[in-house]
T-cell receptor
């Protein structure tokens, strides 16, 4: 299973873009990059996923490098409610378990 | 929007007692999971369930744990004889084929 490296913590000013990096250099060819977040010990919440193209939805944008060894989750206009732990997880989407790291604790400050 | 529902939100139990944690997955989902998170630690996989049987389980999921889907809607996790180290948040998740997993809000289990 691919391992990931994420910064332990980040800060962002409210209204500014939050850019959260993730290294996944051992990702397999059939694995997507999934992002989840966890707000204060609540259940993890799905954000976005991608294979090799950049993706955007109503919550965030996902930029994946061409070699697929790293990605960046972008919250374009962070709000206080985006304060959470953000997890990057390689996942083949094959209905097997998700393997969690420690994620990045994002603090959005007023 | 459909959601995964877990009950109770908080359960306090004495060491050695049995507990049953309940989950109602999203109705058309086929794959079901239990994860746990000890305070301050990573989310850990416990077990996955498909077609009325366990498809995968972790080392944590020993003989003290069992899962059941008794009536086609509920999905339960039973811990037969709780230990202090079972204190954690327990999350249920469900998934349709090949899509993202959706998580419930969790049950905080406190063993005293």
């Amino acid at each position: 299973d691919a391992k990931t490296t994420q910064p332990t913590s980040m800060d962002c000013a409210e209204g500014r873009a939050a850019n959260l990096p993730c290294n996944h250099s051992t990702i397999s060819g059939n694995e997507y990059v999934y992002w989840y977040r966890q707000i204060h010990s609540q259940g993890p919440q799905y954000i976005i996923h991608g294979l090799k193209n950049n993706e955007t939805n109503e919550m965030a944008s996902l930029i994946i490098t061409e070699d697929r060894k790293s990605s960046t989750l972008i919250l374009p206009h962070a709000t206080l409610r985006d304060t959470a732990v953000y997890y990057c997880l390689p996942y083949a989407g094959n209905n097997r378990k998700l393997i969690w790291g420690l994620g990045t604790s994002l603090a959005v400050n007023p | 929007e459909p959601e995964v529902t877990q009950t109770p939100s908080h359960q306090v139990t004495q060491m050695g007692q049995e507990v049953i944690l309940r989950c109602v997955p999203i109705s058309n989902h086929l794959y079901f999971y239990w994860y746990r998170q000890i305070l301050g630690q990573k989310v850990e996989f416990l077990v996955s369930f498909y077609n009325n049987e366990i498809s995968e389980k972790s080392e944590i999921f020993d003989d003290q744990f069992s899962v059941e889907r008794p009536d086609g809607s509920n999905f339960t996790l039973k811990i037969r004889s709780t230990k202090l180290e079972d204190s954690a948040m327990y999350f249920c998740a469900s998934q349709s084929d090949g899509t993202e997993a959706f998580f419930g809000q969790g049950t905080r289990l406190t063993v005293v």
